[in-house]
């Protein structure tokens, strides 16, 4: 979310969701209050613990200092991130999340990553103090102050009920969000990128700090990459500032997109000077940037010196907010933040391609634009909506998404195709104001070890299931509840693995039969198989069943063939477990 110095003009024009494709539709019309929901299930509901909330006498157009951000999980527990802090909630039962832990520290935009007993937490805005203190008004004032903090701060949470700030580095334009990257190659250091997106500060309270665009020592056109040494965090540092938007011919470090127009019926677009969010794959070595006016590609195999190989611009796009990858990177999706999330953009007069998903396939040349996703029913007047962030539902033989929409609440949807992605489920509150626009709903929507987590602005902390619908069968519901995960930093993705068990097997026979009649008998096959007791006997079935599904692979569609080649290598985990 962007406040007040990011502020996207919109444009009309484009595709707009035409009214006979909402009328039936349980989300239209939704009362205040109210929920609708297909393919998922609210568990629970937590509500924000005292503190967290607008206080008494404070207008509503100040609740954004209240807000909840940004999630991050390790082993049983959920992190969630607000503008006036962090709340710790142990999960190892989800339906009944129990708060562990609070900590007090304005700043906003308060996004959070962990990374062993580390948690790192994003300040921008300009009531953050060094020592976390409360100074709402002081801080306000933006004339130079020594105990202003805008930056990263480092928590050492070995002790959770006892969380200690023991490094806070500062940086020039503050930390809007930050992607924590891991080297493969080291596990003694791990990298922040710093993604700044507010105003440069004064020289006179941070040395070195140049605003003027024109200077070519200028905190604009560069990300900062901060080294942190795990087991003496109090010595982390600003190691690197790339100038990763560059022209790569003549060296101009303003070499990307240059703000303004795309032309007429095209967006207003951001300047290229920053990035919003950066998603790191280290173990592919590769990285994605939603960097305001464009999407960039970064080779981050040496994570202290990222280098940009690739850019793409998009006349529907007005800031490139967020990226993720798909499980083997072929694909990548970007997402707009028409409007900075503050205000309504899924109206039945907003274009269906602006405020969206844009869908691109990774190839040898770079990036190549597939096709745009957008929540698919109108929101009102009274809602915030636009498209925000998600994460990977690990379904196998599938490329499936939950994503966060603000007051649009939740959508899953299926971009395996990326041409024609499709939604699967959602879930959606009414309004929280049936009169006015108050800010509210889902900053995101991720999925972990088997439950979607939602930090809801307002509200708290939202627990989801998914249910089986016509287009997800149960099967592949278990299959995706039986991958499991100790952390998960929603910038910094892991590949997926799926372990080799029945649950993973019929969701990819499920997917076969889907698409084809001829699956049946290996189903039957398959059911025959795993249902043998004797071991060696059920270990040479599956490895029989799986030698007969490789033979299909080469005659077989490339999505076909995908799933294909993941249950051939299922049945064969499944045999040597029986052996």
């Known amino acids: 979310m962007r406040i007040r110095y990011n502020a996207a003009l919109a444009l009309f024009g484009g595709l707009v969701l035409a009214a006979e494709s909402r009328a ?21 509901a937590v509500e924000k613990p005292e503190g967290f909330n607008l206080p008494p006498g404070i207008p509503p157009d100040a609740a954004i200092l209240w807000a909840n951000s940004d999630l991050a999980f390790q082993d049983d527990l959920v992190f969630v991130g607000n503008f006036f802090g962090f709340n710790v909630y142990d999960i190892s039962d989800p339906a009944h999340p129990a708060l562990r832990k609070s900590v007090l520290c304005p700043g906003g935009q308060g996004d959070l990553s962990v990374h062993r007993d580390l948690l790192f937490m994003s300040v921008e805005m ?15 004032n933006m004339a130079p102050s020594p105990d202003r903090f ?56 941070m040395a070195g700090c140049v605003g003027t665009p024109e200077d070519p020592e200028t905190a604009l056109f560069r990300i900062e990459v901060i080294k942190v040494p795990v087991d003496n965090p109090a010595s982390a540092e600003i190691v690197n500032a790339p100038r990763i938007f560059a022209n790569l011919e003549t060296g101009d470090i303003s070499g990307l997109w240059e703000g303004g127009s795309h032309g007429p019926d095209t967006q207003e677009t951001a300047t ?44 529907n796009f007005a800031y490139w907010h967020s990226a993720t990858f798909n499980n083997d990177a072929s694909k990548i999706i970007f997402t707009d933040e028409w409007g900075g999330g503050t205000v309504a953009r899924c109206r039945e007069s ?43 539902v690990p379904v196998p033989g599938r490329d499936i998404m939950v994503q966060a929409w603000y007051q649009g609440g939740m959508s899953v949807f299926d971009f395996t195709n990326p041409a024609a992605p499709v939604e699967l489920a959602y879930f959606d509150r ?57 952390i998960f930093n929603a910038q910094t993705q892991e590949r997926i693995e799926w372990p080799a068990n029945p649950a993973v097997a019929r969701a ?22 795993a249902a043998l007791d004797d071991d060696d006997q059920r270990a040479a079935a599956l490895t029989a069943l799986a030698n007969e599904v490789n033979e299909h692979v080469g005659m077989a569609p490339a999505a076909a063939a995908r799933r294909l080649e993941l249950l051939a290598q299922t049945l064969r985990g499944m045999a040597k477990e029986a052996d």
């Open 126 to 140: 300009p009531n953050g103090r060094i020592d976390c203190a409360n100074d709402l008004q002081g801080g306000f």
């Open 24 to 44: 039936q539709d349980p989300r239209v019309g939704l009362a205040e209050g109210a929920q609708a929901a297909l393919g998922m299930e609210l568990v629970t």
């Open 272 to 315: 290229t000077d920053q990035c919003h969010d950066i998603t790191a794959y280290p173990e592919i070595g590769i990285a994605a940037g939603a960097c305001s006016g464009n999407g960039i590609l970064l080779d981050i195999s040496d994570p202290a010196n990222p280098v940009r190989t690739a850019a793409v611009s998009d006349p």
């Open 150 to 205: 805008r930056g990263v701060r480092i928590f050492d949470i070995s002790d959770l009920d006892n969380p200690e700030q023991v490094a806070a580095v500062q940086t020039c334009r503050g930390s809007h969000t930050h992607t924590l990257v891991t080297d493969p190659d080291d596990d003694d250091n791990v990298y922040i990128y710093v993604s700044g997106a507010s105003y440069v500060r004064p020289a006179e309270e």
């Open 430 to 486: 009414g309004p929280i104001d049936a009169d006015t626009l108050d800010l509210g709903g889902q900053w995101s929507a991720y999925w972990y070890n088997g439950r979607i987590y939602g930090s809801e602005i307002t509200r708290g902390l939202d627990v989801l299931r998914l249910l089986p619908t016509d287009q997800l069968t149960q099967n592949e519901i278990d299959a995706a509840e039986s991958v499991e995960v100790e």
């Open 350 to 392: 907003d274009p269906r391609n602006w405020g969206a998903n844009a869908i691109f396939q990774r190839n040898e040349s770079g990036l190549e634009l597939q096709s745009y996703y957008k929540l698919p029913v109108a929101q009102t007047e009274q809602e915030n909506c636009v498209a925000h962030n998600g994460s990977l």
């Open 508 to 529: 990819l026979l499920d997917q076969l039969a889907r698409d084809s009649e001829h699956a049946a008998p290996l189903q039957t096959e398959f059911e025959r198989a």
